[in-house]
């Protein structure tokens, strides 16, 4: 389990003072006014550019567009321990899809630029297809054999990991990252060493799995404040986005301009903030000063070889990926390297041109020879995929790819030419015995080199929420428990895959129903399996039969009657019918299973308190925030638990610092000022109030405003606040309506 996270404190009024999103993204329904450009792409095995027509400049004074403002250089490497380091991660990104890729389709200037300016790695590899296994072996430099964390949900980097972030930190930089997505939440262990993770998709939700991502201009919007904070301080920061996964939704305008190729609109949009993050850089002078690194995590699948997405098998789609080095006056410009390199080399190479020492347990290298042109030979690389068995009950696929070749282990063994083969097309494992072994027995060297002695296990028990929110990203728990049979090879099962990929389709449709008649047959094909219960009982839900979903929770408990994930449905089914005797009944068995599910310890807390049971639910609250000491929903509810339970000082100091960590949110200083209006300081409940009624109108805020005014003896202005409170109502309680328009009847005639 990660270490706690940060709190994040934002000066009061930063955000009044910023233009916003749309006027700085130009979205939505605006398109961004970049410069029309043609874009320079290198093509070729030696990366050669070319530019394809003149280039037609407009330069729009609201342009965040950043490639105009790099320089080309042919300076030579120079290491400097004075860099800070910009990190950005490109979730579910083909290197194929870049229009510096040699991708001609691609709306991607701001990427291209970057490269142009700085070092492009044509052959960059991922170690494993999936988005937290990739961004630990970014982090630490070690393979997933090395640092045990194998698959999206179940895993958490252990703490004796030595990370970049750590290193840096102990360094002295400020370090922070700004990530998009469940996949590497705080709870993963990815926060180690950083001063802020920002992990908090959506401020006030009361469970996280209501929003398991952000969208690119999100992760901006807090990246920026933190920022401009900063002044002259060295940083590492990490900036990761998700855009392009799956399901492919982009914001308009590149939702129509890519209405036949929707994953290259989220790589133009996500393109585009990258150039918003970079103008702050620029903007800020410290494009001298940073090295950026530009590294995608894993890449995608558009139905070759069967698949449709990533995780399942080991081919290039799904394992090349984009990198970048920019650094000004500190890296040439213009330069390609074709030999093959991995993500485990992005540590050490970032430590290597600050000058400083790599730990002893990094399995990665600098590709700073690579960049002087000292080396050339491609590194060797160690693949892995435990998807197929850990979310299908498939065998898990391991791989080795050694100059040209390609060898997979699997059931039935694959062996490919990548020069000549590129697309994996002929399997010449057969054709090719000595080949093959060869490639074997260096597989075994190095899972034997790679197994590290005394390594922590990263493997972590999934709660119901985090089970969840996976499922929403794709990263489903499909394998059967009770099934015993030897694991089927994933190549053998593609009529299968191509039903979950199919349900999944639906179910971003919206068409539930479809999606169930699915579901149904999967089940029917699973019966061991959890999620082949929970995945038809939400599509029930979703139709609205929550009768029939409430049934197959209950057939999926005989089955499995230990399962976390079923029995928390079960439970939110029974929440949203009304039914919460049964709810709380159904969570305290799920805290038997697992004692700190955020699910179970926030459902609890919230219905206890509902009913009345504020000590009993104040206990559910306390354990809640001893694992999520930031959640903003735990502690405003632990806050005005405290304030009806007579403990008023105590909610008042809660309420305080959530004034200071979130200064835009009206719904703090209304609760401060409602507090201090019971207390009959008046003046600070006027004070409050009135903060809260500026940041956004709301009727309770008019409402305790009036009875201020009128204790303090100032009939008129009572009067006031009281017709703005009767103006729009909304869902105010009938008593406190009427209250309101006897008293303001009172009070007009005290005015006459």
């Known amino acids: 389990m990660a270490k706690k996270k940060h709190s994040r404190s934002r000066k009061k009024g930063h955000f009044a003072r910023q233009p916003s999103l749309r006027q700085q993204a130009g979205r939505p329904g605006s398109q961004p006014k970049e410069p029309e450009r043609e874009i320079p792409v290198r093509k070729g095995k030696k990366g050669l550019w070319l530019i394809a027509g003149a280039a037609l400049i407009v330069i729009v ?13 042919k300076t030579p490497i120079k290491r400097d321990e004075n860099l800070s380091v910009l990190l950005i991660t490109l979730d579910t990104t083909r290197a194929d899809r870049l229009g510096c890729y040699g991708y001609a389709k691609a709306k991607t200037p701001n990427l291209d630029a970057l490269a142009q300016n700085g070092i492009l790695f044509a052959n960059a590899y991922a170690q494993v297809p999936l988005t937290l296994p990739s961004h630990c072996s970014i982090m630490t430099g070690l ?48 926060d180690q060493g950083f001063d802020v993770y920002d992990d908090n998709f959506q401020e006030g939700a009361p469970f996280k799995a209501l929003n398991s991502e952000r969208k690119a201009e999100q992760v901006y919007a807090v990246f920026s404040p933190w920022l401009d904070k900063l002044k002259d301080e060295q940083f590492f920061c990490w900036i990761h986005f998700f855009d392009p996964h799956l399901p492919y939704n982009p914001p308009s305008p590149y939702r129509e301009q890519f209405a036949d ?12 903030i990258i150039g918003l993050v970079m103008r702050e850089i620029k903007d800020r002078n410290l494009i001298g000063r940073t090295l950026v690194v530009v590294a995608g995590d894993h890449g995608e699948a558009f139905g070759e070889k069967g698949e449709a997405g990533h995780g399942v098998f ?122 093959a072994e060869d490639l074997k027995d260096g597989l075994d060297r190095l ?62 449709e919206a068409n539930f129903k479809a999606a169930a008649e699915l579901h149904e047959k999967m089940l029917a094909l699973r019966p061991g399996a959890a999620s082949s219960y929970v995945n038809l009982a939400l599509a029930q ?15 999926g408990i005989e089955k499995i009657p230990d399962s976390e994930i079923l029995l928390s449905r079960l439970s939110y089914t029974y929440l949203v019918t009304g039914r919460r005797q049964e709810a709380l009944a159904t969570m305290a068995e799920v805290l038997k299973i697992n004692p700190r599910s955020m699910d179970a310890l926030t459902a609890t807390a919230v219905i206890l308190d509902d009913m009345g049971k504020k000590e009993e639910a104040r206990t559910f609250f306390e354990q809640a925030l001893a694992i999520e000491p930031e959640n903003k929903f735990l502690r405003t509810s632990y806050g005005q638990n405290l304030a009806a339970s007579g403990r008023v000082a105590e909610a008042l100091d809660i309420y305080t610092r959530l004034t200071q960590d979130y200064p835009q949110d009206p719904m703090p200083y209304q609760l401060l000022g409602i507090t201090y209006a019971m207390l009959k300081d008046f003046d600070k409940a006027i004070e409050n109030l009135k903060q809260a009624a500026y940041i956004k109108p709301m ?9 201020s005014y009128r204790e303090k003896g100032d009939v008129r202005e009572a009067a006031r606040y009281l017709e703005l409170y009767l103006e729009d109502p909304k869902d105010e309680p009938e008593t406190r309506i009427k209250n309101a328009e006897t008293g303001l009847k009172y009070l007009k005639t005290l005015l006459k």
């Open 61 to 73: 004074a609201a342009a965040a567009v950043f490639l105009f403002f790099l320089k080309p250089s």
């Open 143 to 190: 393979y997933p054999l090395s640092h045990n964390v194998h698959n999206n949900g179940g895993y958490a980097l252990a703490p004796d990991k030595i990370t970049l972030a750590k290193i840096l930190k102990d360094k002295g930089f400020k370090t922070a990252a700004f990530v998009a997505s469940f996949s590497v939440d705080s709870r993963t262990g990815l």
């Open 261 to 272: 190729r929707l994953y290259d609109g989220e790589v133009a949009y996500m393109d585009y």
């Open 314 to 435: 080991l081919y290039d789609m799904s394992l090349r990926v984009p990198l970048i080095l920019y650094a000004e006056n500190h890296l040439p410009a213009l330069k390609t390297v074709g030999a093959r390199v991995r993500l485990i080399d992005v540590m050490p190479t970032i430590l290597d041109l600050l000058g400083l020492p790599n730990p002893e347990s990094v399995q990665g290298t600098s590709l700073v020879p690579y960049i002087q042109k000292k080396k050339k030979d491609d590194l060797e690389s160690y693949i892995e995929t435990y998807y197929p068995k850990e979310n299908f009950g498939w065998a898990p696929l391991f791989g080795l790819i050694a100059g040209d070749w390609k060898y997979i282990r699997a059931p039935k063994e694959e062996l490919y030419d990548l020069k000549s083969d590129p697309g994996e097309t002929r399997n010449v494992f057969s054709s090719d015995p000595k080949r």
């Open 447 to 508: 899972i034997k080199e790679s197994l590290l002695p005394g390594s922590s296990l990263g493997k972590l028990a999934l709660t119901a929420e985090e089970q969840a929110r996976l499922r929403s990203l794709g990263y489903v728990d499909y394998s059967d428990k009770t099934v015993k049979a030897e694991a089927a090879d994933p190549k053998d099962k593609l009529d299968e895959l191509k039903m979950i990929q199919e349900a999944e389709k639906f179910e971003f």
């Open 541 to 555: 839900a979703r139709q609205k039969n929550f009768e029939a979903a409430i049934a197959t929770l209950k057939r």
């Open 699 to 707: 009727p309770p805020a008019y409402y305790y405003l009036a009875l």
